[in-house]
């Protein structure tokens, strides 16, 4: 189990001393999802906060129209949780699928209640990491509705720096909230720009 980028991630938030690490790394569990499996599904309580190793997954809803709208994608070194399952024990909203074989590490809301009594540092990481996530939410739901398509598509980019080369035009269209014709049209733009 290789642990070197979520000790990286949690060493961005806080420092912990080497018996610290080493009750950290001790409740992480490896799971493997495979493509197109289900990692949680609407109506599913989220049970554990994840750490991608390796892979993709995308987060999604059906709404009224029975539309799929990807909501993100968690790629290597992102955490992905839905904190208000997680907890608060409810049923999630969400749905969350592998679109590539990913490799994940994950801790159950018993580990964390441990790892925080054992690590007080560790109260910091969550809180930290979960501000910052809400920070991203706002910073998503205010793109959406100012940006122009082109704009999105180019913040997209930056987020997700080469996966829209690993994942299918259709998910990327969803995640923008446009067509994939429309996606098509832009990324021709961005190959021959038009003078």
């Given at each position: 189990?290789?642990?070197?980028?979520?000790?990286?991630?949690?060493?961005?938030?806080?420092?912990?001393?080497?018996?610290?690490?080493?009750?950290?790394?001790?409740?992480?569990?490896?799971?493997?999802?495979y493509k197109k499996d289900y990692l949680?599904?609407?109506?599913?309580?989220?049970?554990?906060?994840?750490?991608?190793?390796?892979?993709?997954?995308?987060?999604?809803?059906?709404?009224?129209?029975?539309?799929?709208?990807?909501?993100?994608?968690?790629?290597?070194?992102?955490?992905?949780?839905?904190?208000?399952?997680?907890?608060?024990?409810?049923?999630?909203?969400?749905?969350?699928?592998?679109?590539?074989?990913?490799?994940?590490?994950?801790?159950?809301?018993?580990?964390?209640?441990?790892?925080?009594?054992?690590?007080?540092?560790?109260?910091?990481?969550?809180?930290?990491?979960?501000?910052?996530?809400?920070?991203?939410?706002?910073?998503?739901?205010?793109?959406?509705?100012?940006?122009?398509?082109?704009?999105?598509?180019?913040?997209?980019?930056?987020?997700?720096?080469?996966?829209?080369?690993?994942?299918?035009?259709?998910?990327?269209?969803?995640?923008?909230?446009?067509?994939?014709?429309?996606?098509?049209?832009?990324?021709?733009?961005?190959v021959s720009p038009l003078s």
């Amino acid at each position: 189990m290789n642990v070197d980028l979520i000790l990286a991630s949690v060493s961005r938030y806080v420092q912990l001393s080497q018996s610290e690490i080493d009750l950290f790394t001790s409740v992480l569990e490896p799971k493997i999802v495979y493509k197109k499996d289900y990692l949680i599904r609407a109506g599913d309580v989220c049970r554990h906060d994840y750490f991608v190793n390796k892979g993709c997954l995308k987060v999604c809803y059906v709404n009224d129209k029975g539309i799929e709208c990807v909501t993100k994608f968690a790629i290597e070194n992102w955490w992905v949780v839905d904190i208000d399952s997680f907890l608060n024990t409810s049923p999630s909203y969400f749905y969350y699928q592998d679109v590539e074989d990913t490799e994940l590490l994950r801790i159950s809301k018993a580990n964390y209640q441990l790892l925080i009594e054992r690590i007080p540092a560790i109260q910091k990481f969550m809180t930290e990491r979960w501000q910052h996530s809400f920070i991203m939410l706002q910073h998503r739901f205010i793109q959406s509705n100012s940006l122009t398509a082109e704009e999105k598509y180019k913040e997209f980019q930056k987020k997700y720096p080469g996966l829209d080369q690993r994942i299918s035009l259709r998910l990327t269209a969803s995640y923008l909230g446009i067509t994939p014709e429309f996606l098509s049209v832009l990324r021709k733009r961005e190959v021959s720009p038009l003078s």
